[in-house]
């Protein structure tokens, strides 16, 4: 029931700071870890990823995107907005794949589609 009742209390103040009510389509597991319970308790679909850029672990913006650069069409890629590393190669990344073609979106486009 723990992660029920976080989701729970977070859509709360997510609806009392913005004044709109919201149900979340999908749950990304904390370090993508998922138990028996939180698979019996929740509802919702797992949002995991394919590639993970290990940007926490090491935050070199050439590193990361090494790392990332594995991404292929329908990857999912790891990211965490925390790490300047991550956020300084962002747009470096975004630029090249958008050059070879590739679309973004996000998993809720994904999921509603």
Do not use: C
Request: no cysteine; hydrophobic share 40%.
């Amino acid at each position: 029931m723990q992660a029920q009742n976080e989701i729970v209390r977070n859509e709360k103040i997510i609806n009392d700071i913005l004044g709109m009510s919201m149900t979340l389509s999908f749950v990304r597991p904390p370090y993508g870890a998922i138990s028996l319970d939180m698979e019996r308790e929740l509802n919702t679909p797992f949002a995991l990823w394919s590639v993970d850029t290990l940007d926490w672990k090491d935050q070199r913006p050439k590193s990361i995107m090494n790392r990332a650069s594995v991404a292929r069409s329908g990857d999912i890629v790891l990211f965490h907005d925390i790490h300047p590393g991550a956020i300084k190669m962002l747009d470096a990344y975004i630029t090249k794949y958008q050059s070879d073609g590739y679309i973004f979106t996000t998993l809720s486009q994904i999921i509603d589609s």
